[in-house]
């Protein structure tokens, strides 16, 4: 079991509910505004992501959509990438594990397929610092569509100002993703 370096506290989970980027509900769309690499996180994103002919430079899935298990085609339907690796990591944290796993996937190039044991919402935000300036982050936004973040600086410092918050050791987490 890996280390859990930061937990949300539930005084911050309304800061999570507002978009942090343009939502769109067409794949094809948002791939024509992505910047590579682009890294995904979540089940439903990255299957269509992958029907719209990209493979995410790094991926993030739990088979799990709104708590739900995924339907057999989108699970049967997320391939395609160079490598995969599994880790763990428990609800409303991000462990060190994570967070070293997404830095080697982007670092190492090509496509990896992070399938995560426990749950995978907050990987959106260490990827936002993790990507190069410009790279795109998607995620899903429940019952709404695909958050396409670009990873500038506003959207960098508003990531760093709420790992700073969250309970653990922020400074932690940012060394692991730089």
Do not use: C, W
């Not at 739990?62 to 428990?90: A, H, L, Y």
């Amino acid at each position: 079991m890996s280390d859990v370096v930061l937990e949300l506290p539930d005084t911050l989970r309304g800061e999570l509910k507002d978009p942090l980027g343009p939502i769109y509900t067409d794949a094809e769309q948002l791939l024509s505004a992505a910047t590579e690499p682009v890294v995904a996180v979540g089940d439903v994103v990255t299957y269509h992501l992958l029907q719209a002919g990209r493979v995410p430079a790094v991926a993030f899935v739990d088979e799990k959509t709104k708590r739900q298990t995924v339907d057999e085609e989108i699970r049967e339907g997320i391939s395609g990438f160079d490598r995969e690796r599994t880790i763990d990591n428990p609800a409303a944290t991000l462990t060190s594990e994570l967070l070293e796993t997404l830095r080697t996937g982007i670092d190492e190039g090509g496509t990896t397929l992070v399938r995560v044991d426990g749950e995978e919402d907050l990987a959106a935000l260490p990827a936002i610092l993790a990507v190069p300036e410009g790279a795109s982050v998607v995620y899903g936004q429940p019952d709404e569509g695909m958050v396409l973040v670009t990873a500038d600086g506003d959207a960098r410092e508003f990531v760093r100002g709420l790992l700073r918050r969250m309970d653990g050791d922020g400074d932690a987490a940012l060394a692991l993703l730089d």
